[in-house]
């Protein structure tokens, strides 16, 4: 008889998930995501075997090979790690949500609480079905409208100084048109 898989990911070689353990869970491996541009499915083991990294890295640029538009045009890559760069400012907003969500009412409480749940879904299906493909930004994708509210939340609490707002503004700015550009160029 042959086993049920409930999503087709948990079959392909090199994908499975050996050591769901805490740095697996915990481990945010900043450098090697920028060194080598993106999330893979099949890259970098640092990468891939680190959900925060995996995380990040697939919430900027799917979880696919670029390779191909790096060896066509190399300044690609410097593109890719100034969106990875920049992008730290969404980590940097969603620290500060947490950081000041004391302070907030009832309904900001509840909000959260349903970023965390999603979250711990997310965290048991890995559990469940232990693939890397399984552990993509885009399952939030019930939570993206949430997420982005989260982000710009997190960063208004960070707005007491109007130096501090320009600056955060402008990297928002060129975070989209960085990621425009990319798109534009993959495209065509």
């Not at 086993?3 to 740095?23: D, M």
């Not at 493909?133 to 994708?141: G, I, K």
């Not at 019930?142 to 997190?154: E, M, Q, V």
């Amino acid at each position: 008889m042959e086993k049920f898989y409930f999503v087709n990911s948990a079959k392909f070689p090199k994908q499975t998930i050996e050591n769901l353990n805490s740095e697996y869970l915990f481990s945010f491996n900043f450098l090697e995501l920028l060194k080598q541009g993106f999330s893979y499915v099949f890259g970098a083991d640092e990468v891939r075997f680190s959900l925060p990294t995996y995380q990040f890295g697939t919430m900027l640029f799917g979880e696919f090979d670029y390779r191909y538009f790096v060896q066509k045009e190399p300044n690609i890559i410097i593109l890719m790690r100034s969106i990875i760069i920049l992008s730290t400012i969404y980590i940097i907003g969603l620290l500060s949500y947490i950081a000041f969500i004391y302070r907030e009412n009832i309904v900001q409480k509840f909000l959260f609480g349903v970023f965390l749940i999603n979250l711990l879904l997310i965290v048991k299906f890995i559990v469940d079905y232990p693939s890397v493909c399984n552990s993509d930004f885009r399952y939030f994708v019930g939570s993206f409208t949430l997420i982005g509210y989260i982000f710009a939340k997190g960063l208004t609490e960070l707005f007491f100084n109007r130096y501090i707002r320009y600056f955060i503004m402008g990297t928002i700015g060129l975070v989209a048109i960085f990621e425009v550009c990319f798109i534009l160029y993959i495209m065509g």
